[in-house]
């Protein structure tokens, strides 16, 4: 079972480019995440989709847009990336009645 | 205030012992509690759910204190498979993922 998928797994940016993060599952899973994950900080939630068609921003926002695209697929834009977006990102998914979030193995973006 | 704080350790163990890991969150409407377990540069796993009357599951043993709001992990017998980082997570909601927020982790190192 592929469970979550991400890419790419590695990624280096010069300031002011853009780039989109994929992720699909295949789990039939509601509910789609996206966290960035920095030393000291813990995971932070970027933004989330409770289901197809909705997206709602999380704890850091600023600086992302998301698609839900379908069921399966959420991803995450980088319009004009800075250096203080250089950290791993794991997108996540989870089922109706369950508090658990399955996550992908996650993107290292470096931001130069 | 961080609204969920760990010791962020390490804790160094001899295989064998037994460890405690305490969490405390500061949002009281917290409902539904979790460790999940990160293996160094690996994506977060669920390690177990914590239920209000303390549940066990193998050497893993979670506890749940409301009035105090903290919750704890006790890893019995520690095995060198153990070593990895201890994330606790919350949420102000029931039978869903949404709204995790995790804690920055507590790093166990068992050694020989």
């Known amino acids: 079972n592929a469970g979550v998928t991400q890419t790419p797994k590695f990624q280096v940016l010069k300031t002011g480019q853009s780039m989109t993060l994929q992720c699909a599952q295949d789990?039939?899973?509601?509910?789609m995440y996206w966290y960035r994950q920095d030393p000291g900080m813990g995971l932070r939630l970027i933004y989330y989709?409770?289901?197809?068609?909705?997206?709602d921003k999380g704890e850091v926002p600023n600086g992302y847009n998301v698609s839900r695209l379908n069921k399966r697929e959420f991803s995450l834009r980088l319009e004009s990336a800075a250096p203080s977006q250089t950290s791993v990102y794991f997108c996540?998914?989870?089922?109706?009645?369950?508090?658990?979030?399955?996550f992908g193995q996650g993107t290292r973006l470096t931001v130069v | 205030r961080k609204e969920v704080e760990q010791d962020p350790g390490p804790f160094n163990v001899p295989e064998g012992a037994t460890v405690a890991f305490n969490c405390t969150y500061s949002?009281?409407?917290?409902?539904?509690f979790f460790w999940y377990r990160q293996d160094c540069r690996k994506e977060p796993k669920l390690l177990m759910s914590?239920?209000?009357s303390g549940n066990e599951d193998g050497r893993f043993t979670a506890q749940l204190n409301r009035a105090s709001q903290y919750i704890s992990l006790l890893i019995r017998d520690s095995k060198l498979s153990d070593s990895a980082t201890y994330l606790c997570?919350?949420?102000?909601?029931?039978?869903?993922?949404?709204?995790?927020?995790f804690g920055t982790g507590t790093r166990l190192q068992v050694t020989l």
């Open positions: 996540a998914s989870s089922g109706l009645g369950t508090g658990e979030a399955f």
């Open positions: 789990m039939n899973h509601n509910s």
């Open positions: 989709s409770a289901s197809e068609g909705t997206t």
């Open positions: 949002n009281s409407a917290s409902q539904s």
């Open positions: 914590v239920y209000s």
């Open positions: 997570v919350v949420t102000p909601f029931t039978g869903t993922a949404s709204k995790l927020t």
